[in-house]
């Protein structure tokens, strides 16, 4: 079955700098991957995700990229503002069929300093 | 459109006991997930419903099982409570299954077991 490893598990970043979490994959049949942020106490929202026949995506100041030869993603957040604060969670699927869900990465813990 | 939802969203339960959680997915999705999300392990897929048929399952023992009915409403169960069953319950809903891929969480049921 698929593993996601997601790192870094904690990442405390100063409000307006760069945040970036990296996720890998070990099942190369894997094609969907989303990106969930889960604030305390809170669902886990879709925030953005991309599939494997796009290399990047953007959303305003989220961005996703995509190596599917070194099987590995990441989100990177722009101008972190306070209400970024909340762990983020990658994923990846198979959606071609007999998928077997969501496989979730541990999760990244993420600490706007002002 | 309404979001997902489930209910109860808390339950306390007694070793031994079973129990029955039930989610609404978003008006004309078919295709419903449950996850587990505890602080060690955290999420991970027990299985996906389409069209009232199980679909996928995950590595959880059969003790979780799950249905869904003609109106795409779900109902997780577990049976012969364990101390480690203690967790978040979350389903997410999905228009088409593996045909579009997002996924949308409900506010998930907090099952304790005493």
């Known amino acids: 079955g698929e593993n996601v490893e997601q790192h870094p598990s904690t990442l405390s970043v100063q409000e307006g700098d760069s945040a970036v979490i990296k996720c890998t994959y070990s099942?190369?049949?894997?094609?969907?991957f989303p990106w969930y942020k889960q604030e305390l106490g809170k669902r886990p929202q879709l925030i953005i995700d991309i599939r494997s026949n796009v290399g990047e995506k953007k959303d305003q100041r989220i961005a996703v990229t995509l190596n599917k030869t070194a099987k590995h993603f990441s989100l990177h957040i722009t101008e972190t503002q306070p209400e970024d604060s909340a762990v983020y969670f990658c994923a990846a699927m198979y959606s071609g069929g007999g998928a077997d869900g969501l496989t979730f990465g541990k999760g990244t813990h993420l600490i706007i300093q002002p | 459109k309404a979001g997902v939802t489930q209910t109860p969203r808390y339950l306390i339960k007694t070793r031994g006991q079973q129990v029955t959680l039930s989610c609404s997915p978003i008006?004309?999705?078919?295709?419903v997930s449950w996850y587990q999300q505890t602080p060690g392990q955290g999420l991970q897929f027990l299985f996906e419903?389409?069209?009232?048929?199980?679909?996928n399952k995950g590595n959880f023992p059969g003790r979780f099982s799950g249905r869904q009915f003609s109106n795409s409403r779900s109902e997780m169960n577990v049976s012969t409570l364990e101390l480690g069953d203690s967790a978040l319950y979350l389903c997410a809903s999905s228009l088409w299954g593996t045909l579009s891929y997002e996924q949308y969480f409900g506010p998930g049921t907090r099952l304790t077991v005493t």
């Open positions: 099942d190369s049949a894997s094609n969907y």
């Open positions: 008006s004309g999705h078919r295709s």
């Open positions: 419903y389409f069209s009232e048929t199980q679909r």
